[in-house]
């Protein structure tokens, strides 16, 4: 289990281009996926947004917010923000009869956020959902502070107008985004095989708590 960082890269504009496999769970729709943070203008206003792109086994998610207004970068546990009520009563249930079955449910995983003072402020953007050290988020965490709030000012002074700093000047050509390569082929049929797996066991449990099998 881990985040592996690549190299950072930079697009045409010279926007930093921060990319990492991640390893899942079954629960984040795993078992390994890219995420890639960068920069991108708005199509319409020009307003220089800080982006975020993941590829996981039911397609891509893309997330935008103002990079004028990101704050900062932090680390909330998955299950603390995604579980429903009735899912904890479910998976405490089931740890009870069968622990390792209920040990397969709990989320593990671990969010990074990136925080913003827009009209959203109380919703952090969740980047990622990945099984990794301690060691592994912090060298994440650093990456994406350096690149995209200690760094910002050299990138925006670099490509626009004093009068107005997140705006990607009219008169420039727009920068592509970037796309990432896709998962090799053997990602689904490992995840494929977790499902199963589980699935089969969530069966067996169901079976046993009905009396129709006996251990």
Not at 22 to 41: A, L, S
Not at 137 to 146: G, K, Q, T
Not at 180 to 208: R, S
């Amino acid at each position: 289990m881990a985040i592996v960082l690549e190299k950072t890269v930079f697009d045409d504009a010279g926007f930093p281009i921060v990319s990492w496999w991640e390893d899942r769970d079954i629960i984040g729709m795993g078992p390994r996926t890219r995420v890639w943070c960068y920069v991108t203008p708005d199509p319409t206003t020009g307003t220089l947004l800080f982006a975020t792109t993941g590829s996981d086994r039911v397609g891509d998610s893309h997330n935008f917010r103002p990079w004028e207004l990101l704050q900062g970068f932090g680390h909330k546990a998955a299950r603390e923000l995604y579980p429903e009520p009735h899912h904890r009563v479910v998976v405490e249930t089931i740890s009870n009869r069968l622990p390792l079955t209920g040990k397969l449910l709990i989320d593990h995983a671990v969010i990074t956020t990136a925080d913003f003072t827009d009209e959203k402020q109380s919703v952090p953007m969740h980047l990622n959902r990945a099984i990794a050290s301690e060691h592994e988020r912090a060298l994440l965490h650093d990456e994406l502070r350096r690149n995209f709030l200690q760094n910002r000012w050299a990138f925006v002074d670099a490509n626009c107008a004093r009068t107005a700093p997140f705006v990607w000047p009219a008169g420039k050509k727009p920068f592509v985004s970037p796309k990432a390569p896709a998962l090799p082929l053997y990602y689904d049929w490992i995840g494929t095989t977790i499902a199963v797996a589980i699935v089969g066991l969530l069966a067996v449990f169901i079976a046993w708590f009905a009396g129709v099998l006996h251990f």
